[in-house]
């Protein structure tokens, strides 16, 4: 997207731009993330991922893995770590992205086995898509009132991808 205002008179003003996509998607995805960063892989521990009901147990053998699924908007998502008996927990490692790379989910190090979900979403029609950080809009606050002064250049440009 890509934006220009153009300044005609020296008198301040004010304005508002917000952006969305007005699509709502029928599925989203997400990116779990897992890491050991001994290397030599979660030793038996693993993360069990639940979509909708439907689960599976995933877990690095070596360094790194990744794995990305969809969900549909209702469906309850949730990550449960299971020590399993595994040993060196402080080098295990997950997280979980939304769909623009955002971060939705890191876990604790040391990781601990609370029998339980250590997260948990049900999809919304965003996609639980987090705001992207204001450092984005080149220090503006995406949809905030911006002042504009007899000092402000003549024409300023944004994008945003």
Do not use: E
């Not at 969305?20 to 997400?30: I, K, L, N, S």
């Not at 950080?133 to 007899?150: E, N, V, W, Y």
């Amino acid at each position: 997207m890509f934006i220009r205002i153009w300044h005609y008179t020296g008198n301040a003003g004010t304005f508002q731009i917000c952006a969305r996509d007005p699509v709502t998607p029928t599925g989203c995805y997400f990116t779990l993330n897992m890491a050991d960063s001994g290397g030599d892989g979660w030793n038996g521990a693993y993360v069990q991922l639940c979509v909708g009901g439907s689960c599976t147990n995933y877990q690095v053998f070596g360094s790194l893995a990744t794995i990305t699924f969809t969900a549909t908007i209702g469906q309850l998502v949730t990550l449960q770590y299971v020590q399993n008996g595994a040993t060196f927990t402080n080098q295990i490692a997950f997280q979980l992205l939304a769909s623009n790379g955002l971060l939705l989910y890191g876990s604790p190090n040391p990781l601990v086995d609370t029998g339980a979900p250590n997260y948990g979403l049900t999809v919304n029609p965003s996609c639980n898509v987090p705001p992207s950080p204001p450092s984005d809009c080149l220090g503006l606050s995406p949809c905030a009132t911006i002042k504009r002064s007899a000092r402000t250049p003549r024409t300023r440009a944004m994008s945003s991808t």
